[in-house]
């Protein structure tokens, strides 16, 4: 039997609207974002038992887990700066909008939730739904509504945290839009509102704590401003990849404590921008070409649903581990580390494909292409992310 190779086009072919122009670095930066958030998640459950206490692995997973989660702010960067552009030109019905951000979000979401849910009651040792049928009912819909996250509530699936974020500023941009009437405002001046809200955060949660990184998403904000106020001028070439590894080395210099994380917090919120300015600006350049590679866009067209499943394949991966290869300090152990991605990569994307085809572009992506916002933009739907 052949395999009709026609059923992957909606991964494989771009979704732009006539006489729009496209930019495949945006889901480039996704699946790039997704391929280190899956290698730090095939290395959670070792870090006390199978990584050595010293040597080159143990020196790289420390590495890793220390700058890894700026891959989920390039999430977070990506879709403020694209639910910005299509809510700042024209108010939007707010209820009408929102729908469309919930049969975005939810559909995918509901079917992975119910898996997990039949899952904790299979597997009762590795449940985190409370015994008592009345907390439990409890955790279940606080989970439904995504309040893990922006609130300090377990998730039932650990990387729903980051869908609370969005849904955070789904609800939160809107309302501040209208609210606060910041389409007639001028772009200078919604520019310094946004700078200052984002050094009032940082201030607060260097005393306090706090879901800080909902700030990430304002990056994505003052770089479309700054893009409307007319700036226009290429970074040097290359410079986007040249900021990763500054990036990565100053994150690292950070000590780890409220003071140190807040610098850490600024630290990638300002490398996210020059680094999408790059991309945009010089859309033949090189790191546009990086992140343009055709693999990384087609991961980034299934970004979403593939940020939901890996995290079930990684975690069965992990306990079969432990459970048939226990740790034993030496090159075995070395071995895991560093093979285990390779081993689940596989079954990781088929699963997402699963999840892609029978459920995300059945019930959540439009029927019919969307037209990009002004300036020229790329025509991606304003809520694919994965962190």
């Not at 985190?128 to 606080?142: E, F, H, N, T, W």
Request: with cysteine; net charge positive; hydrophobic share 50%.
């Amino acid at each position: 039997m052949k395999l009709d190779l026609s059923l992957f086009n909606p991964i494989v072919q771009p979704n732009v609207a006539p006489g729009k122009k496209y930019f495949p670095f945006i889901q480039g930066m996704r699946g790039f974002a997704m391929l280190i958030i899956f290698i730090g998640h095939n290395y959670t459950q070792f870090l006390t038992t199978h990584v050595p206490p010293s040597g080159v692995t143990h020196e790289w997973v420390d590495f890793y887990y220390t700058t890894a989660p700026a891959a989920v702010d390039l999430f977070f960067f990506i879709s403020g700066y694209l639910s910005y552009a299509s809510l700042i030109k024209r108010p939007i019905p707010f209820f009408s909008y929102l729908a469309r951000r919930v049969r975005r979000l939810y559909p995918p979401y509901f079917a992975i939730f119910a898996l997990y849910v039949v899952l904790s009651l299979l597997f009762p040792a590795f449940s985190k739904i409370p015994d008592s049928a009345g907390r439990a009912v409890i955790y279940l819909v606080q989970n439904m509504l995504l309040l893990p996250g922006v609130f300090n509530i377990p998730p039932l699936i650990s990387v729903a945290w980051i869908m609370s974020y969005e849904l955070f500023w789904i609800l939160a941009l809107p309302l501040l839009l209208d609210g606060l009437r910041m389409r007639a405002w001028q772009p200078r001046q919604r520019l310094l509102f946004w700078v200052t809200v984002t050094l009032t955060a940082l201030l607060l949660y260097s005393q306090l704590g706090g879901p800080i990184r909902l700030i990430m998403f304002i990056a994505g904000f003052i770089t479309y401003e700054l893009l409307t106020m007319g700036y226009r001028k290429p970074l040097p070439k290359g410079s986007g990849l040249a900021i990763i590894p500054i990036m990565c080395t100053l994150i690292v210099l950070t000590p780890i404590n409220l003071v140190g994380l807040t610098w850490r917090m600024l630290i990638i919120f300002i490398s996210l921008i020059p680094l999408f300015l790059d991309c945009f600006l010089s859309p033949e350049g090189l790191t546009a070409h990086f992140f343009s590679w055709q693999p990384f866009v087609w991961w980034g067209n299934i970004s979403y649903s593939y940020f939901l499943t890996h995290g079930l394949v990684t975690k069965a991966a992990g306990v079969l581990v432990i459970a048939l290869l226990p740790p034993t300090q030496g090159w075995r152990d070395v071995l895991i580390i560093w093979g285990l991605p390779v081993v689940t990569f596989i079954p990781t994307v088929l699963f997402a494909l699963l999840l892609y085809f029978g459920v995300e572009l059945r019930f959540s992506l439009p029927p019919k292409l969307q037209s990009s916002p002004h300036p020229e933009r790329p025509t991606i739907s304003t809520t694919d992310s994965a962190s």
